[in-house]
């Protein structure tokens, strides 16, 4: 099983609102990731979370807040967020190889 | 730091023709080489991967084949089908897959007509 589970798929929201992504993976990897897609490009590593603490931030802005609550979940939370951090927001697991999850598809209006 | 460049940026075969896509990296010590493949409205699937101790690997209809010297490495998909249709990034790393930390390519939009 090389699956890692996000939810929820879509999420609209306006400049004003907090909201959430989360995360799920039981392959027992111990390195999770948080990354950023925009249409026609490359993933974009936004955070990395090794043995359940942040070893990464690739200077994201502070708006967007990771959690890693336990080896299995890593949360994305979001508020005061900007039209254009409107993307793909992917998240994936790695051991010997990095896999991804299916994304959440931000709209931020 | 490393740079992975990607050629063509779109590929257009018809069925049943081969296709390659093609990346070189700028870091000789860049030592794992994954390409993935990414439909519409997906996360980027792992499809093959290579490491810098092997020249070739191949997976049913797909083959990656890397030269170290040239710092170059290609993806070649055989009797290609429409489901083969997407985008592929290739991507290299001085760490393994274990640190994600991958530098990807500019991705290839693949098109297979039937």
């Known amino acids: 099983d090389t699956e890692v589970t996000q939810t929820p798929k879509h999420l609209v929201m306006g400049m004003t609102n907090k909201k959430s992504l989360k995360c799920e993976q039981h392959?027992?990897?111990?390195?999770m990731y948080w990354y950023k897609q925009k249409a026609k490009k490359p993933p974009e590593l936004m955070f990395v979370?090794?043995?359940?603490?942040?070893?990464i931030n690739e200077s994201v802005p502070s708006r967007f807040s990771p959690e890693c609550p336990n080896s299995s979940l890593l949360n994305l939370h979001l508020h005061a967020l900007q039209p254009e951090d409107s993307a793909l927001y992917l998240c994936?697991?790695?051991?010997?190889?990095?896999?991804f999850g299916s994304g959440t598809q931000l709209s931020v209006l | 730091g490393e740079n992975v460049e990607q050629h063509p940026s779109t590929l257009s075969v018809q069925e049943g023709d081969s296709a390659v896509i093609k990346c070189t990296y700028s870091?000789?010590?860049?030592?794992?080489f994954p390409w993935y493949k990414q439909e519409l409205g997906k996360g980027p699937q792992l499809i093959i991967d290579?490491?810098?101790?092997?020249g070739e690997k191949k997976d049913q209809r797909i083959a990656v084949t890397l030269n170290k010297t040239a710092k170059h490495f290609s993806l070649h998909i055989t009797e290609t089908q429409p489901e083969d249709s997407a985008v592929y990034f290739c991507?290299?790393?001085?760490?393994?897959?274990?640190?994600?930390?991958?530098?990807f390519g500019k991705g290839t939009k693949l098109s297979v007509k039937p």
């Open positions: 994936a697991s790695s051991q010997e190889k990095l896999f």
């Open positions: 392959m027992g990897h111990r390195a």
């Open positions: 979370y090794s043995y359940e603490k942040l070893s």
């Open positions: 870091d000789s010590a860049s030592n794992y």
């Open positions: 290579i490491r810098s101790n092997v």
């Open positions: 991507a290299a790393s001085p760490y393994g897959g274990s640190q994600g930390n991958l530098i």
